[in-house]
């Protein structure tokens, strides 16, 4: 039966939509019923939002006033409010929305350790840096001779190579104990330095990633305490992207 049906549609005769006129050819095509209906449906938005706004008006109230109304500006007769500074970042949200407070607490304790081990590692690789500021060492001499054939390598006690290190500048007799296993060519100082410069950038990335987490944490710890909706608090500041909101909770008396 269904092999007949479709045999029987093949020749039915196709209704083909009706053209343009060919004098009305540079007005376009024809607008056919989907299009009307398109063009309906949006007049009669339009219509409909107007008729709101005109309500709307009507019913305003004359001596009504919002701070809104005098800190926007038009321009490109488009309003535009000054943009505040968000009180969230995406990645503190992401933190708050997946994690719990131990696994922040649990990343802070990890970052800690690594910062203070960069810490104390950090001073042995003694290279100057182009941003770190120059110390001073004042020599006092008795006579301006002793200022002419001054000799900071002999007064120092060291090696001529080793008077540039602020930090671990062994001695002359310290050099004469132990055997030196490598010369400090300028191969080496440029080693020294990079290696500086990679270290102190890990540090201030992981610093600042310590603090953030300091930041979501208080954050989440805050949350909990305002879970508790008997108690009486009032909001004193409100939160930005460096610190959690802060509240002033109501002294209540314990029994």
Aim: overall charge positive; charged content about 40%; glycine content about 0%.
């Amino acid at each position: 039966m269904s092999s007949f049906k479709n045999a029987s549609k093949s020749h039915r005769k196709t209704h083909r939509e009706r053209p343009q006129l060919s004098n009305r050819t540079h007005i376009g095509q024809l607008e056919k019923k989907k299009d009307y209906k398109l063009r309906a449906q949006e007049y009669q938005r339009k219509q409909a939002t107007l008729k709101q706004l005109k309500q709307k008006a009507l019913d305003r109230n004359p001596d009504e006033f919002y701070f809104k109304m005098i800190r926007s500006k038009v321009k490109d007769d488009i309003h535009e409010t000054p943009s505040t500074e968000p009180a969230i970042t995406a990645d503190q949200l992401k933190l708050i929305k997946t994690q719990d407070i131990k696994y922040i607490n649990y990343k802070r304790s990890i970052e800690r350790k690594k910062i203070e081990k960069l810490k104390s590692t950090l001073h042995l690789l003694d290279v100057e840096a182009e941003d770190k500021p120059k110390n001073t060492h004042t020599f006092f001499v008795d006579s301006k001779k002793e200022v002419k054939n001054f000799n900071l390598a002999e007064r120092l006690q060291t090696h001529k190579d080793l008077v540039s290190c602020h930090h671990n500048r062994p001695r002359l007799n310290t050099l004469q104990r132990h055997k030196i296993k490598a010369h400090l060519t300028d191969g080496v100082l440029e080693e020294f330095a990079e290696e500086r410069r990679k270290q102190s950038s890990e540090l201030c990335k992981r610093i600042e990633r310590e603090r953030q987490l300091d930041i979501v944490a208080q954050k989440m710890q805050l949350e909990k305490h305002l879970m508790d909706k008997k108690s009486q608090k009032k909001k004193v500041k409100d939160e930005t992207i460096y610190a959690p909101a802060q509240y002033r909770w109501v002294p209540k008396r314990k029994r």
